[in-house]
């Protein structure tokens, strides 16, 4: 006991007695830095190899010290093997943009949790020229794929029978926590207006409130989700799929009760486990009701149909809600499921339809259907319409531009006057930056025609100008009458002819002469003159046989004209110079080569003109001639018909022994890969892969053969053993997304129709034959700038439909339009679907032509008056007005104005 006391005592007595260092202790500052210096490869060198993964695609990436040159064919150079030494197919790909351009390769699409061994050859190339120093092997460890899900679909409409559920597409991904918001139906404009689309979103975007002045200076503002919709259900869910594979779930919201309210409901979700300040959203409806409208003008024509069934759905319930959420039309479906409304579309509003326990919505700043792909073109209908001409449409500031115009009706007629002067028209000269330089009022003839001359000012801007016409000067609605060019420029001088031998030999120069000259007659002595060359496949080199295609069009060639010649004209102002073709135009394709030579004034100014000439390959060539149409191709499991013939020059056939026809099919790997902006994308890579090889003798008959194709991408090669040379014909058989729908075989988004006649009259009937991807009830519709005829009809493969021409189909932006629907069912895994056909139809009018011929001396003196005699025999006997125009022939040159055409 006392011996513990004594201790606490001198513990005490020093803890009073020692001063402690301000400090206390801390230590001096010590410690020796070291260079983490990362060795950098020098000169030439591969820095390292390793995978690389965007979104849900493996790549296997090449790192280089220097750009490499982006022409070397890398898919022949490297090779990449698996574990077992197989060869992996695929392509490499240069990096092409960022700090990495042009020093990273990448072997996209690979395996993950896979080694591959990637061999790069010493012989692979910088750009500046330097090689690697040995043969280069890595392996490369892939590892697993990051986690990856989001929504297959950015807005839907979920079947209320038979759905499968809300898609969600993941990788790696066991469960996500999804949470479900219903919108509230007085919210339903403010919310279309800020989320028109799902996908990747902050927590910022959908929880703030926050307001700005858009570019016309008005305020907008945006409301917080929370305020748009109320919360209704959360749930984990969990999702299929092995590891690192791509699959596709569908949420089974059909079995939830909190959802089967009718509305709009809002999904946000995330991954299980994880905190985020990013989400997957997406929008959608329950509902059985499908909605399709066509706007006009002042029209609104809605149809529904039901999503299980595609038949109509009569006494639908139709409102138009404004911004504020309140109904400012209603309006009910006929029994065929169709409306008119009498409503002009605003992007605030939306279209809501009910029917019994189904709602749908149709938000009006939605993307309408895109008709780019459709035979659907010009300008917009008008009551009038203006044809009008000039002697040319080049004119330089200070001259004076002369119109004439024809005021017509909108099927060309002459409009009506019951004896009163015609309607005043108001012509306006708009300039390149949309300001009028001038408009003025015309009073038409009683054969509707009116002329103008306008001095242009001597500053006047430079560039594109137009003449529009009106009959009220204060209508948007303008006939766009003609385009002017208003341009400082001096009329051509000079002519310049090029010529050649018309047939070169395979490694033969092109023996060009250019003869120049003034176009008063003196010849272009001294005058510089300049070339350049390109060269191109030549699948029509006989002139006399349309439809027969030689060659190979899949020989790659310089894209780039070449500069050749850079001379001077002889004093006879000629030049004789031969043209080696490129190294790349090799004698195994006819090649056109094709020269643009240019003659220069002494002022620098030149006369441009264009020579095409033709290289074979061999003294004969095989020819193939499709027994379909080039453009539309087979029709899937069918037989591919070809015509096939062996010809000189001349056009006349050679017989042959033995050729090889090999038919040839593209085969295609597609690959998913999530993309940055939250959606799902693919790419591929794709092969050829030989189906059926025959020989054929070919004799001075074209023989045909015959070819069982399915869908798809195919090519027939035809080799000749004795020049060696292979003929190659692609084709697509059964629709592509390129066809425009022109094949027998409709596009799964298209119908196709076929009509009977190519122009009609009023008191006609057509017949129009309707080809759609499935069977299914639809419409059958004619349009203009508003609805002429509708019909329901019942869509299958062939059948044939009669519809009246009236008089209101007098007028050229006549359609005809087919929409077809195909019901869903989750059971048989069919999802509901639409499809469009349009086609145009013209009125004959074939009786208008009237043909017109003018004779007149091929030289005179100046100042002297010109004879014209100017026939037109099928108004023999008739009073015809003519406007005759004297144009410089050096103007027209410049811009090859063609001789205007009423038609």
């Not at 009022?441 to 006047?460: N, S």
């Not at 045909?704 to 869908?711: G, K, S």
């Not at 048989?828 to 009018?845: E, L, N, Q, Y």
Request: aromatic share 8%.
């Amino acid at each position: 006991m006392w011996v513990a006391t004594a201790t606490v005592a001198l513990s005490l007595v020093c803890l009073a007695g020692c001063k402690p260092d301000a400090g206390g202790q801390l230590p001096e500052v010590s410690g020796e830095k070291i260079a983490a210096a990362k060795a950098k490869p020098a000169g030439f060198a591969l820095v390292a190899a390793y995978p690389d993964q965007a979104g849900d695609t493996l790549a296997i990436a090449l790192e280089f010290t220097k750009p490499l040159v982006g022409t070397q064919d890398f898919d022949q150079l490297l090779s990449v093997t698996d574990k077992n030494g197989a060869v992996v197919k695929g392509s490499w790909v240069l990096d092409d943009r960022g700090e990495d351009e042009g020093r990273v390769l990448r072997f996209p699409h690979v395996e993950a949790d896979r080694d591959y061994t990637v061999t790069i050859p010493a012989k692979l190339t910088a750009a500046d020229g330097r090689t690697l120093p040995d043969d280069i092997r890595r392996t490369v460890h892939t590892g697993p794929l990051e986690p990856v899900v989001g929504f297959a679909s950015q807005g839907s409409v979920l079947p209320a029978r038979e759905s499968r559920g809300l898609p969600v597409v993941s990788v790696n991904v066991a469960e996500v926590d999804v949470e479900f918001m219903r919108v509230r139906d007085d919210a339903l404009p403010r919310f279309f207006s800020q989320f028109q689309r799902g996908g990747r979103r902050g927590t910022w975007d959908m929880e703030r409130e926050y307001s700005w002045d858009d570019e016309s200076g008005a305020e907008r503002s945006r409301t917080p989700l929370t305020k748009l919709a109320e919360p209704v259900y959360m749930n984990r869910f969990v999702l299929g799929g092995r590891t690192n594979e791509r699959v596709l779930t569908y949420l089974p919201l059909q079995e939830i009760t909190e959802l089967q309210k009718p509305g709009l409901y809002f999904a946000v979700m995330k991954r299980s486990g994880t905190l985020t300040d990013t989400y997957e959203t997406a929008f959608f409806t329950v509902s059985d009701l499908g909605l399709h409208a066509r706007a006009y003008k002042e029209r609104l024509f809605v149809h529904a149909a039901s999503l299980q069934t595609g038949k109509a759905v009569s006494s639908v319930e139709l409102k138009v809600l404004d911004a504020d959420g309140d109904a400012i039309l209603k309006a009910t479906t006929d029994r065929y499921g169709n409306a008119l409304l009498p409503y002009k579309l605003d992007a605030t509003q939306v279209l809501v339809a009910t029917h019994g326990d189904d709602v749908s919505m149709l938000p009006f700043n939605q993307p309408a259907l895109d008709l780019s792909e459709f035979a659907v073109s010009g300008r917009e209908q008008a009551w009038f319409d203006v044809f009008a001409w000039s002697g040319r449409d080049l004119y330089r500031p200070g001259e004076t531009v002369r119109v004439s115009a024809l005021l017509r009706d909108q099927d060309g007629q002459p409009i009506a006057t019951k004896g009163k002067k015609l309607q005043p028209i108001f012509l306006r000269y708009v300039q390149p930056d949309g300001k009028p330089l001038l408009e003025t009022r015309l009073q038409p003839d009683a054969q509707g025609y009116v002329r103008h001359a306008q001095a242009i000012p001597v500053d006047a801007p430079t560039g594109r100008w137009r003449i529009e016409f009106r009959t009220d000067p204060a209508s948007k609605d303008a006939v766009q009458g003609m385009l002017l060019r208003i341009e400082e420029f001096l009329p051509e001088r000079m002519k310049l002819d090029l010529d050649a031998p018309a047939r070169l030999a395979p490694r033969q120069p092109l023996q060009l002469k250019a003869i120049g000259a003034y176009l008063y007659g003196a010849p272009a002595a001294g005058n510089r003159f300049t070339a350049k060359l390109a060269v191109a496949v030549e699948q029509h080199p006989i002139e006399s046989l349309k439809g027969w295609f030689f060659g190979d069009p899949t020989l790659e060639l310089p894209k780039e004209a070449k500069d050749v010649v850079d001379a001077t004209l002889g004093a006879d102002g000629t030049l004789s110079q031969a043209i080696a073709l490129p190294d790349e135009a090799k004698p195994v394709s006819p090649i056109a080569a094709i020269v643009t030579g240019s003659v220069f004034e002494s002022g620098g100014r030149s006369v441009n003109r264009t020579l095409k000439r033709v290289v074979w390959p061999a003294e004969t060539l095989v020819g193939v001639r499709p027994l379909f149409d080039d453009k539309e191709g087979p029709d899937n499991n069918s037989n591919a018909g070809f015509e096939l013939a062996r010809y000189s020059a001349d056009g006349t056939m050679r017989a042959v022994q033995g050729a090889r026809v090999t038919l040839m099919r593209e085969e295609r790997d597609y690959h998913w890969s999530w993309g940055d902006d939250g959606g799902w994308d693919y790419e591929h890579t794709s092969r050829w892969k030989q189906i059926e090889t025959r020989n054929v003798d070919l004799s001075t008959n074209a023989v045909r053969v015959a070819f069982p194709v399915e869908w798809g991408e195919y090519r027939l090669d035809v080799f000749d053993p004795t020049t060696k040379l292979t003929t190659r014909y692609p084709f697509t058989a059964g629709w592509s997304w390129g066809d425009e729908n022109r094949g027998l075989d409709a596009r799964p988004d298209k119908v196709k129709l076929s009509l009977d006649k190519t122009h009609y009259r009023a008191g006609d009937t057509l017949k129009v034959t309707v080809t759609p991807p499935h069977e299914g009830e639809g419409l059958l519709m004619v349009e203009s700038d508003r609805m002429l005829f509708v019909q329901d009809i019942e869509a299958k493969p062939g059948a044939t439909f009669e519809i009246p021409v009236t008089k209101d189909w007098e007028r050229h932006d006549v359609y005809v339009t087919a929409l077809v629907f195909r019901g869903g069912s989750a059971q048989s895994k069919v999802t509901p679907a639409r499809a469009v056909g349009i086609a145009h139809v013209a009125m004959d009018r074939r009786d208008r032509t009237v043909a017109v011929g003018i004779a007149a001396p091929k030289s005179m003196r100046p100042q002297q008056k010109l004879p014209v005699v100017v026939s037109a025999p099928t108004l023999a006997g008739k009073t015809a007005h003519v406007v005759i125009s004297a144009v410089d022939v050096g103007i027209l040159n410049i811009t090859r104005f063609p001789v205007p055409d009423a038609s």
